[in-house]
T-cell receptor
Framework: LAKTTQPISMDSYEGQEVNITCSHNNIATNDYITWYQQFPSQGPRFIIQGYKTKVTNEVASLFIPADRKSSTLSLPRVSLSDTAVYYCLVGDDVNRDDKIIFGKGTRLHILP | DTGVSQNPRHKITKRGQNVTFRCDPISEHNRLYWYRQTLGQGPEFLTYFQNEAQLEKSRLLSDRFSAERPKGSFSTLEIQRTEQGDSAMYLC???????????????FGSGTQLSVL
């Protein structure tokens, strides 16, 4: 499983767009990039997944450059309820036996 | 879809006692994971099952920890002779490994918060 690096914490204000970047220099050809969100006292929740270019859903957008060595989770017009920890994971689903590993994530704090 | 259910939500025990947690995954999911999480840290992998087979157990995991998933349905995680360092949130997650060619998505329960006094 490719190692990922993300900022430990970030602050932003309500109504702003927030971008969290994740570095994964050793990403393999078959690896997908997945982001989870975790609120206090809850388990992580899947947000978005992508392989290349851009993916958008009702919650967020995921931007992946051509070299795929990094990715950026974009949260449009954040609110106080977006305060959470965000985890970036990379891994593949082809002939895979190993487990899914979480890092420390990015603690996003939204200010009023 | 009733989601992943974990019981109990909270458990307080004395050092040296045994505790058992239960996880009921989403019914059609064939993979089940156990994680442990302490304050300020990401979820730490403990073990996982594909159907009833336990595929891997973390090397960092003490022999006091054991997990089962009889008949590939619910799972239990037992901790014997608990220690204060076992205090943590224990999270269960399930996934559907049938989907090929895409990284599996985990669906987590709300966890069991263990406090060892």
């Amino acid at each position: 499983l490719a190692k990922t690096t993300q900022p430990i914490s970030m602050d932003s204000y309500e109504g702003q767009e927030v971008n969290i970047t994740c570095s994964h220099n050793n990403i393999a050809t078959n690896d997908y990039i997945t982001w989870y969100q975790q609120f206090p006292s809850q388990g992580p929740r899947f947000i978005i997944q992508g392989y290349k270019t851009k993916v958008t859903n009702e919650v967020a957008s995921l931007f992946i450059p051509a070299d795929r060595k990094s990715s950026t989770l974009s949260l449009p017009r954040v609110s106080l309820s977006d305060t959470a920890v965000y985890y970036c994971l990379v891994g593949d689903d082809v002939n895979r036996d190993d487990k899914i590993i979480f890092g420390k994530g990015t603690r996003l704090h939204i200010l009023p | 879809d009733t989601g992943v259910s974990q019981n109990p939500r909270h458990k307080i025990t004395k050092r040296g006692q045994n505790v058992t947690f239960r996880c009921d995954p989403i019914s059609e999911h064939n993979r089940l994971y156990w994680y442990r999480q302490t304050l300020g840290q990401g979820p730490e992998f403990l073990t996982y099952f594909q159907n009833e087979a336990q595929l891997e157990k973390s090397r960092l995991l003490s022999d006091r920890f054991s997990a089962e998933r009889p008949k590939g349905s619910f799972s239990t995680l037992e901790i014997q002779r608990t220690e204060q360092g076992d205090s943590a949130m224990y999270l269960c997650a399930s996934s559907n490994k049938i989907d090929r060619g895409r990284y599996e998505k985990l669906f987590f329960g709300s966890g069991t918060q263990l406090s060892v006094l």
